[in-house]
């Protein structure tokens, strides 16, 4: 595990009222760490994301600096409307449970399929649609026990006092509107632990058995629901394959058709572990039923890393975690042309935003259009930088 500083977890009564955020603070085997990435960037507009990170085969929940999250880690007794600005502690709270449930999950099937040798195993073009279908199964559980089976059926405004904004996460479903689904498949059931499989699926291939366009057509909330869904599974394709190649360092050109093609999910032993995981994810959450080990066992340092050749792609690519001069390797090895964009907002936020000045501000939309490493470094070079948090990871998912 890396030396990355790690925060106390509080026992503040008014979040761990939230299941899943108690099981987060509970677990000791996940840890709550902080990177030298200042989320003032963020919440100023200046750049599009609060770039915290995340590594899914690493028992880690990267915060920015300066977070609503790592602020109220720090100081639990500080005011919590004032900590919840804009929702931005509930948000960034409940993303990271729905991370936790990604790791947490990781860890089951890893004891469930240890021949798939998850984190440790060659990534090559034979393994990489078995590591995708693990990856997405992942996200399947994070959404389903956090958001279908958790958030859908309570009202966090009874439960927190915080004139708080949200219902969901990262979908609209709510169970009091169950009946609007079953008006067109009467067998539609998400507070089961088999919808877990259908969702599971539906990530993979696109397709959600029980519904049909003219029923889509005939209802607006049903469209709204299973549109987000259905491109939603459909870029988690599409960043999963990316990732993983990255984390392989598999140089063969593929089309944005190929990484957003479906996932086979027919073979035997996947149908037995969705069915498995998706038990366990309901005891979990529906029981509070412990896990049945601690996470960080199976991986952790030794999971995969990319290898160190060929031009950087910072979309996965931890600026802080580059050589002692980042510009000598970034100079020598070149990087993604996709990937300016997220160098940019890398470089901004390793900076400290309160000591930037307003022309820098107003400039950092015409090097983001610049495409120049020099223009870039030439920025950002007298400006002060975050004091290094520990040992950062070299490879972070830093897509949205």
């Known amino acids: ?43 100023a507009g200046a750049i599009p994301q609060a770039l915290g990170g995340w590594n899914l085969y690493r028992p880690e929940i990267y915060m920015p600096h300066g977070s609503a999250l790592a602020q ?18 509930m948000y960034e709270l409940l993303f990271a449970a729905h991370d936790y449930l990604h790791a947490w999950s990781l860890q089951e099937i890893a004891s469930l399929a240890p021949k798939l040798g998850v984190g440790t195993t060659a990534i090559d073009e034979a393994s990489l649609e078995d590591l995708a279908f693990v990856q997405l199964v992942t996200e399947a559980a994070a959404t389903v026990g956090l958001d279908y089976w958790y958030l859908s059926c309570i009202d966090l405004t009874e439960m927190l006092d915080l004139g708080s904004t949200i219902q969901s996460l990262t979908i609209s479903y709510r169970e009091t509107h ?113 896990s049945r080990r601690r996470m960080g066992n199976a991986l952790g340092e030794t999971s995969w890393r990319a290898p160190e050749d060929g031009p950087l792609d910072f979309r996965f690519t931890n600026f802080n975690a580059l050589d002692e001069d980042p510009w000598s390797e970034i100079s020598r090895r070149g990087i993604v042309r996709d990937s300016f964009s997220k160098l940019v907002d890398q470089v901004a936020s390793a900076h400290r935003y309160d000591r ?30 975050l004091p290094a948090e520990g040992s950062e990871p070299r490879d972070l998912f830093l897509m949205s």
């Open 178 to 290: 169950a009946s609007e689904y079953r008006r067109f498949n009467p067998d539609f059931a998400v507070q089961d632990p088999a919808f877990f499989t259908s969702i599971a699926e539906f990530y993979c291939t696109g397709r959600f058995p029980g519904f049909d366009v003219a029923s889509l057509r005939r209802s607006p909330r049903m469209l709204r629901w299973l549109r987000h869904e259905l491109s939603y599974g459909q870029l988690q394709r599409r960043y999963t394959r990316m990732w993983l190649r990255h984390l392989g360092g598999l140089r063969t050109h593929v089309t944005v058709e190929q990484l957003q093609a479906p996932v086979q999910v027919d073979s035997p032993w996947k149908r037995e572990l969705l069915g498995e995981l998706g038990q366990r994810l309901w005891e979990k959450i529906k029981n509070d039923s412990p």
């Open 356 to 385: 930037a000045p307003k022309s820098l501000l107003r400039a950092l939309g015409h090097v983001r259009e610049s495409n120049s490493v020099e223009l870039l470094r030439h920025v950002f070079d007298h400006l002060e930088r």
């Open 72 to 89: 109220w880690l720090e100081n639990p007794a500080m005011c919590l409307r004032e900590a919840n600005e804009g929702d931005r502690l």
């Open 1 to 43: 595990m890396s030396q990355l500083a790690t925060t106390s977890r509080p026992a503040t009564a008014e979040f761990t009222c939230i299941l899943p955020v108690r099981q987060l603070m509970e677990d000791p085997g996940v840890e709550l760490v902080r990177r030298a990435a200042d989320a003032s960037w963020f919440y």
